[in-house]
């Protein structure tokens, strides 16, 4: 049974970090895409940063390059988005996303992949 388990959100200043995780579970035998997608209140629902199933591409959204990394552990099948400079913008429910290989690299699919964690709350503050 595939699972994906987000943790890491909460409240920060303006210019300040926070860091995600997501651990994922019951993907057999290989290792899935996997990425962020975030939602705010009245908007749409956005892709923030995708890696390859091999950790080797990645893939952010103008918004947030440079200030957000992603990156993934596969002996410890999680994922992780390290979440640098943060502003008010940034606010939103952050989602955890798989899907298993074949995979659509499309930073603009994250929100259609097959799998998504329950969500973790982002909240920045000027």
């Known amino acids: 049974q595939v699972q994906l388990v987000e943790s890491g959100g909460g409240s920060a200043q303006a210019g300040g970090s926070l860091n995600l995780s997501c651990a994922a579970s019951?993907?057999?035998?290989?290792?899935?895409?996997m990425g962020w997608f975030r939602q705010a209140p009245g908007k749409e629902r956005e892709g923030v940063a995708l890696?390859?199933?091999?950790?080797?591409?990645?893939y952010y959204v103008g918004s947030v390059k440079g200030r957000f990394t992603i990156s993934r552990d596969n002996a410890v099948n999680t994922a992780y988005l390290q979440m640098n400079r943060l502003k008010p913008e940034d606010t939103a429910m952050y989602y955890c996303?798989?899907?298993?290989?074949?995979?659509?690299?499309?930073?603009?699919?994250?929100?259609?992949?097959?799998?998504r964690g329950q969500g973790t709350q982002v909240t920045v503050s000027s």
């Open positions: 996303a798989a899907e298993p290989l074949p995979c659509e690299l499309n930073i603009d699919l994250l929100g259609s992949y097959t799998h």
């Open positions: 019951g993907f057999t035998p290989k290792d899935p895409c």
């Open positions: 890696i390859s199933a091999g950790g080797s591409s990645t």
